[in-house]
T-cell receptor, first 113, second 115 residues
Framework: GDSVTQMEGPVTLSEEAFLTINCTYT??????LFWYVQYPGEGLQLLLK?????DKGSNKGFEATYRKETTSFHLEKGSVQVSDSAVYFC????????????FGKGTKLSVKP | DAGITQSPRHKVTETGTPVTLRCHQT?????MYWYRQDPGHGLRLIHY???????DKGEVSDGYSVSRSKTEDFLLTLESATSSQTSVYFC??????????????FGEGSRLTVL
């Protein structure tokens, strides 16, 4: 079945460092891909998404490109801030009658001043 | 903000007792989902609903039941709670039809501890 694999954390960076969180997927068909962010004590919020191959999603300085050839959707940010500390989830849409999202296990990011 | 509220937000109960978690949405979204979040597992789908009285099982449905008698409410019931059901539970919703972008909107979660 469909699945998402993302790099294990935790990831600890200094402020203004470059961030990459790897995400690869296995899916039949052509799913939409998402990155969600969860701040401490809160629910998940959509960070960005891409609906077809070569699409680039971007928001708040974060970017991810839908790479069909490598089945990847890596999250990047050029300069992280302390406020970016959170758990990041990669997800794909399962399609079909469920229409739910299948999530990776999450990567916890801590940014130190 | 899809206006999703979960109740209770925190609950401690004992093994063998019944527990009901409520999800209420104000956006008239067609689809509603219950996930559980556990360390090392990410989010896993328990049950989902694709309309009033229309529900189906997800990946980890054993020990859980759901009901949806109104568009705005989706209830998750643990008939006899076990310690393995200690978790954080998230409700999510999604629009249907042509406005559907695939995005899920999440509530703030309900932390359940079963002693």
């Amino acid at each position: 079945g469909d699945s998402v694999t993302q790099m294990e954390g935790p990831v600890t960076l200094s402020e203004e460092a470059f961030l990459t969180i790897n995400c690869t997927y296995t899916a039949t068909g052509y799913p939409s891909l998402f990155w969600y962010v969860q701040y401490p004590g809160e629910g998940l919020q959509l960070l960005l998404k891409a609906t077809k191959a070569d699409d680039k999603g971007s928001n708040k300085g974060f970017e991810a490109t839908y790479r069909k050839e490598t089945t990847s959707f890596h999250l990047e940010k050029g300069s992280v801030q302390v406020s970016d500390s959170a758990v990041y989830f990669c997800a794909l849409s399962s399609g079909g009658s469920q229409g739910n999202l299948i999530f990776g296990k999450g990567t916890k990011l801590s940014v130190k001043p | 903000d899809a206006g999703i509220t979960q109740s209770p937000r925190h609950k401690v109960t004992e093994t063998g007792t019944p527990v009901t978690l409520r999800c209420h949405q104000t956006e008239n979204h067609r689809y509603m989902y219950w996930y559980r979040q556990d360390p090392g597992h990410g989010l896993r789908l328990i049950h989902y609903s694709y309309g009033v009285k229309d529900t189906d099982k997800g990946e980890v449905s054993d020990g859980y039941s759901v009901s949806r008698s109104k568009t705005e409410d989706f209830l998750l019931t643990l008939e006899s709670a076990t310690s393995s059901q200690t978790s954080v539970y998230f409700c999510a919703t999604k629009t249907g039809g042509q406005t559907n972008t695939g995005e899920l909107f999440f509530g703030e979660g309900s932390r359940l501890t079963v002693l």
